[in-house]
């Protein structure tokens, strides 16, 4: 079951249409229809049956910066939670279209590794550039889950003279 260099482009297009997917349904039908369509992603594509994911969100602090669990990401993914109240809904900020680049990847038979840059655009054209590392592992069925999440935003070294 060795994970290949386009079934990683595949679950990096299924990851981003996913925020999209969230993002819709957040402003179709709320946070409830937001929470229903980012359990689905979790389940199809998360490793979260496998043990802890190493969740690491972009905009996450303290506490609460690691999530290794499916309520962690939800918080994350949607916001609206009272035990993660500084979240504001990474997936429901009206993502209209998500890109990848790629710096480099690492395949050993079912585990794969993959980092780079993630582009996503708001319904506003409003674009927000992530680092990002995904680790996969096939499951059982052949199933290519995210057991590893890193996401931070670029570094901006200081200005000279300041």
């Given amino acids: 079951m060795k994970i290949t260099e386009e079934e990683i482009a ?3 297009v299924t990851w981003g249409n996913g925020k999209i997917a969230i993002s819709r349904a957040f402003e179709e039908g709320g946070i409830e229809a937001a929470r229903q369509v980012a ?30 669990t499916k309520p962690g990401a939800l918080a994350y993914f949607c916001g609206h939670s009272e ?3 500084l979240d504001n809904g990474f997936a429901i900020m009206g993502w209209r279209a998500c890109e990848h680049i790629t710096s480099a990847s690492f395949i050993q038979g079912d585990i794969a590794m993959w980092m780079g840059w993630i582009r996503l655009t708001n319904k506003d054209g409003s674009v927000t550039t992530v680092d990002k590392s995904f680790g996969y592992k096939k499951d059982e069925t052949g199933t290519l ?14 200005e000279d003279g300041a």
Wanted: proline share 14%; no cysteine.
């Fill in 145 to 158: 889950r995210i057991v590893l999440h890193h996401s931070s935003l670029p570094y901006q070294p200081p």
């Fill in 83 to 85: 035990e993660y109240p």
């Fill in 39 to 68: 359990l689905t992603n979790l389940d199809a594509y998360y490793g979260y049956t496998l043990g802890p994911v190493l969740f690491k969100p972009t905009m996450a602090s303290g506490e609460q910066t690691f999530r290794p």
């Fill in 10 to 12: 595949q679950a990096l």
